[in-house]
């Protein structure tokens, strides 16, 4: 027997799935409507020490010219880790990350009055019709291509203020910013360029053919936009973090949050460019079997996005989970690889070791602290609250005060911004006892070394 319902047969198919042996490797190739909702079958479930291999789409503005998406990105489909329970974590291992796209398209938005209700991320609405959510067509190429199905009117909820169209290289390490004729040649064949995927239903970006940046040239370092756990209730995926979520409270479309409910999110959405290959994310388990979801792969992007968007592609991920029984974390730790950590958090050299012993021994110190990186991710409405979110649950997790983690964070870290205007990474050295008390010492000794 199977039961309609917004994901067809797929939806029962995963309600079965978590009945059975946890599995190896799970494969993910199917999206969300842009909602990340607990009470929602996952896929799954993947045994603790297993893969999740997944085929993601595009993240940001295919979805934001596609209002039948209700989140502002199309992420995958959650996939459930065995033995997961609400207060644990969930560790992944970024194990690749590979572009796939051959080109893509971006740059700054502006909101299109009349095209949505109180959010354009997750209310549309078309502006004749009225229809909420509508399905779209696109007739031709240009900002004014995404076409309600039931009337007709120009529907999507954002256009350019200023945009480009960037191709990439055969090793994805390059990408050059093109001409008017060589975007709109694009756009003509635009889900091929962006190599979408089968079961994505967004209205591809390269579509619109921005062409206001021609012959830039920027360096790939692809990252997750978009990496954690579902939250512990329904959430539009892109509001999944304590910036754009606290655009939920007391919102006028029916996915509004009150200021206690936005604290049930796992700040998955962080745009912070060190979630990337070889690094180690901690998530909390905030729902029953935690619900590993990803996508918004962004092929580069400097500190903050400041333009509010960048280089969105689609893409295949690899990624190993384990379950940390008992862990209750309020949002993701991170263990980013070596390159990525600031200068003054880097572990220390064996010759930077033995110059500060000589001087300890010269001031009667007989020992060193034993230290090693940490980055705690802090969220808010703005950087400020969110450099205090940070800072408090670093506090929280490490059993230390919230100045002294403010000395550590100036003396061996540094506070760095993910996302403009709220998403923070408070990195600082934090003492190996500490590390270990909370079992996340050999995490760092993974990345880093021993101390």
Same mark, same amino acid.
Request: glycine share 12%; hydrophobic share 40%; net charge negative.
């Given at each position: ?50 893969? #999740? =291999? ?86 031709g190429i240009g900002q004014t291509s995404v076409r309600c199905a039931n009337c007709g009117a120009d529907a999507t909820p954002f ?6 169209? #960037? =191709? ?17 040649? #694009? ?18 970006? /390269? ?49 509004a949050l009150s200021a206690e409910e936005l604290e049930q999110r796992t700040d998955g959405h962080m745009d912070i460019d060190a ?9 909390? =388990? ?57 200068? /003054? ?19 009667? /110190? ?30 929280? /997790?490490l059993d230390m005060s919230v100045p002294e983690v403010k000395n550590r964070a100036t003396i061996t870290g540094a506070i760095e ?35």
């Amino acid at each position: 027997m199977v039961a309609k319902t917004p994901f067809g047969e797929q939806e029962m198919k995963g309600a079965a799935e978590q009945t059975q042996v946890a599995h190896e490797t799970v494969y993910v190739d199917q999206f969300t409507d842009g909602l990340l909702d607990p009470s929602r079958p996952m896929l799954g479930p993947v045994r603790s020490g297993g893969h #999740i =291999v997944a085929n993601t789409a595009p993240g940001c503005w295919g979805p934001m010219i596609t209002p039948e998406i209700r989140g502002g990105h199309e992420v995958t489909r959650p996939v459930a880790v065995e033995g997961a329970e609400v207060g644990d974590a969930i560790a992944i291992r970024i194990r690749d990350i590979t572009v796939a796209s051959i080109a893509t398209a971006s740059g700054n938005d502006q909101w299109m009055t009349g095209r949505f209700v109180g959010d354009p991320y997750v209310a549309g609405r078309c502006p004749e019709c009225g229809t909420m959510y509508p399905r779209t067509r696109i007739e031709g190429i240009g900002q004014t291509s995404v076409r309600c199905a039931n009337c007709g009117a120009d529907a999507t909820p954002f256009t350019f203020t200023n945009g480009y169209t #960037i =191709v990439f290289d055969n090793g994805r390490s390059v990408g050059v910013t093109v001409h008017q004729e060589a975007a709109e040649e #694009i756009a003509r064949d635009a889900r091929r360029f962006a190599a979408m995927p089968e079961n994505s239903i967004q209205n591809s970006i /390269l579509t619109f053919a921005p062409h206001d940046l021609v012959g830039l040239v920027g360096r790939l370092r692809p990252f997750l936009g978009q990496l954690g756990t579902t939250p512990g209730r329904t959430f539009p995926d892109s509001h999944n973090a304590g910036d754009f979520g606290s655009f939920l409270i007391g919102a006028k479309h029916e996915y509004a949050l009150s200021a206690e409910e936005l604290e049930q999110r796992t700040d998955g959405h962080m745009d912070i460019d060190a979630v990337r290959a070889g690094a180690i994310l901690i998530c909390p =388990v905030k729902a029953p079997g935690g619900g590993i979801y990803l996508g918004d792969m962004h092929a580069l992007q400097g500190d903050g996005e400041i333009a509010g968007h960048t280089a969105d592609v689609a893409g295949m991920v690899t990624l190993q989970v384990e379950v940390l029984k008992g862990l209750e974390l309020d949002g993701p730790v991170l263990f980013p690889v070596l390159e990525d950590l600031p200068f /003054l958090a880097r572990p220390l050299t064996a010759e930077e070791k033995e110059r500060a012993m000589k001087v300890a021994l010269s001031y009667g /110190l007989l020992d060193l602290e034993k230290s090693l990186p940490i980055s705690v991710i802090g969220t808010g409405p703005d950087l400020n609250a969110a450099t205090d979110n940070g800072l408090a649950r670093a506090a929280r /997790l490490l059993d230390m005060s919230v100045p002294e983690v403010k000395n550590r964070a100036t003396i061996t870290g540094a506070i760095e911004i993910g996302r403009h205007p709220g998403v923070v990474q408070i990195t600082f050295r934090a003492p190996v006892d500490r590390l270990e008390r909370k079992g996340l010492l050999h995490y760092a000794e993974e990345m880093y070394g021993a101390a």
